[in-house]
């Protein structure tokens, strides 16, 4: 499928023009957003002008080139019967897009000469307007009519199913967070946490691809047990916490290791070089310690039952070696469930009084906020980070895979 992406007076000056009005993102953005949103189900070519001739032109050689335009005529829009009748002439359906919501501005914005030569409109959504056209043209999200941000409804025939699964859910921070990226964005999604027990993991895989589901992520006991059910990796962690369904086909990402050290960098924490200890073998210490690992920090790695990891690269030790191993670490990690509510907490912290003055202890559990483990490191005076900041950063990671759209993590 190929879409041609028009875009009218003045939006070349986007991110300098009316930020308050237009957001702070620039055409350059615009363009890489679409483009990563469409990577896989479609060619995007993109045109700007200044001028009215040079639009009328785009559209006249869209025929026969292009399946689909998206276009934004700027105020051509509301008083431009050329551009109309040029939509109007080609057999190419075209949707159009306002950044702005023009519906609840000054009063001339509020008539479009155009929008009647095309499928629908646009308004309101930010950049994510795109990206809404888009999927109305490669079929993953109906757009039919108007939407008009502030008239329209948060939840229609439209919007789009995101969930997390696993076993536990209940505490998740995830449903919260990406509801919160899917509001600041304007975009139609909602996302909802499922408890699936081991045995059901077919029968919700089955349920995702019969619903559509737009993506999922996957939380402990299924990283790695999800990964025959899936069509496509496109990680090779050997672990999976984010499955994108891309027009039926359902590909296993990671965004566990890249969320980590996403928010190492986040705290201004650089990895190389360091000696990092991971306490756990599952999915989550395992994309951990690739990460580190990919960033050239040394690993070691304590299981409670040797033989059970898998992680080519790293030191394996015993889980009796800790306070050993954490006597020379700048790191601790524990990728365990140990201190996570529902769970057994560690039967001694005496390794935390081993690690040296000025290690980092980051405790991947995200449910207390504030787990023993925190805790002591914290009375000892040591830098310590919660489950939160890792949730922030792979789900904003997330976010991304399923919709496209990047979230702007802020001073998040
Ligand atoms: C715009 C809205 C128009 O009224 C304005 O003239 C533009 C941008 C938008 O994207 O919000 O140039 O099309």
């Not at 032109?57 to 109309?84: L, V």
């Not at 986040?266 to 210490?285: Q, T």
């Not at 040296?356 to 009375?379: F, H």
Request: a neutral charge; hydrophobic letters at 45%; aromatic letters at 6%.
């Amino acid at each position: 499928m190929r879409i041609l992406v028009i875009n009218g007076p003045n939006l070349n000056l986007l991110g300098q023009r009316e930020p308050g009005v237009y957001g702070a993102g620039t055409y350059d953005d615009l363009v890489a957003g679409v483009s990563r949103a469409a990577a896989g189900a479609a060619d995007v070519e993109f045109f700007q002008s200044n001028s009215e001739g040079a639009l009328i032109d785009a559209i006249h050689g869209a025929a026969g080139r292009f399946d689909g335009i998206i276009i934004n005529p700027g105020a051509y829009t509301h008083y431009s019967y050329a551009i109309r009748d040029a939509l109007a002439a080609v057999p190419v359906p075209a949707v159009e897009v306002h950044i702005s919501n023009v519906h609840a501005r000054e009063s001339f914005r509020r008539v479009s000469v155009t929008a009647p030569a095309c499928a629908g409109q646009i308004a309101g959504l930010g950049f994510g307007g795109y990206i809404a056209a888009l999927r109305h043209f490669t079929g993953d999200l109906a757009v039919s009519g108007q939407i008009r941000l502030g008239e329209a409804p948060s939840v229609s025939g439209g919007t789009r199913l995101l969930a997390l699964i696993g076993d536990p859910v209940e505490n998740s921070l995830s449903p919260r967070t990406h509801t919160a990226f899917a509001g600041a964005l304007g975009l139609p999604y909602i996302y909802l946490a499922f408890r699936i027990t081991p045995g059901r993991l077919p029968a919700f895989v089955g349920a995702a691809r019969t619903l559509n589901i737009a993506g999922f992520n996957v939380t402990m006991p299924h990283k790695q047990a999800i990964i025959p059910l899936l069509d496509r990796l496109e990680t090779d962690a050997g672990a999976v916490n984010a499955v994108v369904n891309r027009g039926g086909e359902l590909i296993g990402h990671n965004t566990d290791g890249k969320g980590f050290m996403l928010s190492l960098a986040r705290l201004g924490v650089n990895a190389a070089g360091k000696r990092a200890v991971i306490l756990g073998a599952g999915g989550a210490a395992k994309a951990v310690s690739r990460a580190l690992r990919k960033s050239g920090a040394r690993v070691a790695i304590l299981c409670r039952r040797p033989g059970s990891a898998d992680m080519s690269g790293a030191d394996i030790l015993s889980w009796e070696q800790t306070a050993e191993a954490a006597g020379s670490a700048d790191m601790l990690v524990n990728a365990t469930p140990l201190g996570s509510t529902g769970h057994a907490g560690f039967d001694s912290l005496g390794f935390v009084d081993a690690l040296p003055a000025g290690a980092l202890v980051y405790d991947l559990v995200s449910y207390p906020a504030e787990t023993a483990l925190m805790a002591a490191a914290r009375r000892r005076g040591l830098t310590v980070v919660g489950g939160e900041a890792l949730l922030v950063s792979q789900a904003a990671l997330s976010f991304e895979l399923f919709t496209g759209v990047a979230p702007d993590l802020g001073g998040a």
